[in-house]
């Protein structure tokens, strides 16, 4: 199994909408398991209709076995471990319980590969702290979203000194080699001083999805970017990227 | 009195892109100082039809064709890697 983290210090660069559009693609390459790390719950009420009898943190506080919690979405193989936004239990496993488990997020994803799965994609909250370090670990790559702006630069060099922090006092850590510019916008010229340099960037590869209302629509309707009716669908460049983005991450 | 030094949001936002990309980039050999010019030729009329097609997606011609390449070049080389 292959598992990815999608994560940027940063809010609101595009995490939950381009982990939840990955999760898809990836969906139709083999079963995958879209695993909500963040404590706003933000990927479960987009891709979920009904709130589930449990979340994610019920199985790491033990009370409940991982194949019980995991939900179907309504894309084929493509499930999720949820979390609720609203009386989670999340943040308060990170605040009371990870620092004693700090593996746990290892020891789930050994789990879910036993379970099956050909794919995890974890959807990190923004922030830089005990949780997004485990889960962290667990991964074996780490995709960082970016917005083409100053603040996700800083995000970016934040990510990159808490990885390399992380990965010495872990022993282990993701890859980090795939950056995505997302929301990318060819009239703004800042965006495109900021993306020529990104292409250039040497180990990496880049992609860029553009700005387009379909994340919104498809947040708004809960159905997966590429499921939109044609009338509100995806600019196909967004579409071309994703897949694009699927294809690069299975290799 | 006129501020020495003062840079323009545009200077600005390349500079930290520039930083920011260059500490990422330690692992791989920093970015280049210096520069060099690519330019190749096509049929009369070829300019044309690709500089519309960039700019369906808000890029100019040269912008369009330096995302196309490096986009192919490094999809091949992480297959070599992928594969290696
Ligand atoms: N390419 C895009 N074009 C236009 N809007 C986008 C694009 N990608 C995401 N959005 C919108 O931007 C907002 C933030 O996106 P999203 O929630 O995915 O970010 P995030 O990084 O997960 O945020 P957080 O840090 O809060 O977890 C959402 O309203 C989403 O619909
Ligand atoms: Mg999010």
Known sequence: MKTIAFHLQKGGVGKTSLSGAVAYELSRKGRTILIDLDPQGNASSWLLTQTPVYELASVLYGRVGVTKAIVPTATPKLDILATFGLDGELKMFGENQLASEP???????????????????????????????????????????????????DGMDIFAAELAKTKKAMRRGPAHRRIIVNAFDGRID????????????????????????????????????????????????????????????CR | MPLRGKVTTQDSAARKAADTFSKLDRDFGSLPSTTEVISFRVPKGETNRLKIHFARQGLTLAEGIKKAVYEAVKRQEGQDQGSG
Not at chain 1, 226 to 245: D, G, M, V
Request: proline share 6%; hydrophobic share 45%.
């Open chain 1, 190 to 249: 800042q965006h495109k001083t900021i993306m020529s340099q990104a292409w250039e960037l040497q180990g990496f590869e880049v992609f860029t999805v553009p700005v387009d209302p379909c994340f919104r629509k498809a947040q708004a309707d809960r159905v997966a970017v590429q499921s939109l009716p044609k009338q509100k669908a995806a600019k196909p460049e967004t579409l071309a990227e994703l897949r694009r983005i699927g294809e690069a991450v």
């Open chain 1, 103 to 153: 593996f746990i997020f290892c020891d789930l994803i050994e789990e879910l590969a036993r379970a099956g799965y050909d794919y995890a994609i974890m959807d990190l909250s923004p922030g830089m702290g005990r949780l997004e370090r485990c889960a962290l670990i667990a991964a074996d790559e780490a995709i960082t979203p970016m917005t083409p702006e100053a603040f996700s630069l």
